[in-house]
């Protein structure tokens, strides 16, 4: 791990966002799968995952997290899924953020597998960052 304890602790917010390619069937019954709820499942995961981020992430610094926001949108082809982070440290929460965009994608593939195997988890990626030395960033499109 870099040694961080010479950065001033600010305000850092990430977000990131990934796509679940579902057919338009499985779209619009993820309410209701023999599993249950996927959007449940899938924000709790992402959620925990963005809270145990340091241990899934080798040399990741451990964040105390203000705030981790899950959401998902419909899109052509799937279901986009967005991570929003808010931690108050001395290194950002860019990887807090993509790990819970992961996590709650594979935990959506888990819940949806029973009616479409062929699911697949594509786009992970950031898509902005604010706070820190070298300020903020946000993805062109």
């Known amino acids: 791990m870099v040694d961080v304890s010479a950065k001033p602790v600010t305000r850092r917010v990430a977000e990131a966002s990934c796509l679940v390619r579902l057919a338009p069937a499985t779209l619009d019954r993820l309410d209701r799968l023999p599993k249950g709820d996927a959007f449940a499942v899938a924000r709790i995961a992402g959620v925990q995952a963005a809270k145990r981020t340091s241990e899934w ?44 965009c992961a996590a709650a994608a594979l935990a959506l593939y888990d819940m949806v597998k029973a009616v479409e195997r062929g699911a697949v988890v594509t786009e992970l990626r950031l898509e902005s960052k604010s706070g820190g030395a070298r300020g903020d960033w946000t993805r062109d499109e």
């Open 57 to 100: 992430i080798p040399l990741a610094h451990p964040l105390p997290l203000d705030q981790v926001e899950i959401g998902f949108a419909g899109r052509e082809g799937g279901l986009e899924i967005r991570a929003r982070v808010v931690a108050t440290a001395r290194t950002g929460a860019e990887m807090e953020a993509l790990t819970a």
